[in-house]
């Protein structure tokens, strides 16, 4: 049975920092491409970054280049989500994926920016 365990969200302001972390199990963690989406209030989920099994290769939804980093620890079957000089618009619930739709993700942990 998958489980994807999100945590580490909470409240920060503009332009600070915040680590997600993702517990996974149930799966072969080290073989799969995993994936962070977010859904704001009153919007569809959206794509925000992905990497690859060995953790060289990641790839990132445009508004966060080179603010976010995500990254994978396989013996430890995390992932992880550095987001710094973060934005308002940043504000949604965040959820660890196996897959770019979201349709297999967590319970997800939510993320505000305000001042």
């Known amino acids: 049975q998958v489980q994807l365990v999100e945590s580490g969200g909470g409240l920060v302001q503009p332009g600070g920092s915040l680590r997600l972390s993702c517990q996974a199990s149930?799966?072969?963690?080290?073989?799969?491409?995993m994936y962070w989406v977010r859904q704001a209030a009153g919007k569809g989920l959206e794509f925000v970054a992905a990497?690859?099994?060995?953790?060289?290769?990641?790839t990132y939804e445009d508004s966060v280049k080179g603010r976010f980093t995500i990254s994978r620890d396989n013996v430890k079957s995390a992932l992880y989500l550095q987001m710094d000089e973060m934005k308002v618009e940043d504000t949604a619930v965040y959820y660890c994926?196996?897959?770019?739709?979201?349709?297999?993700r967590g319970q997800g942990t939510q993320v505000t920016v305000s001042s």
């Open positions: 990497i690859y099994r060995d953790g060289m290769v990641q």
């Open positions: 994926a196996k897959d770019r739709q979201g349709r297999t």
């Open positions: 149930g799966f072969s963690f080290s073989s799969s491409w």
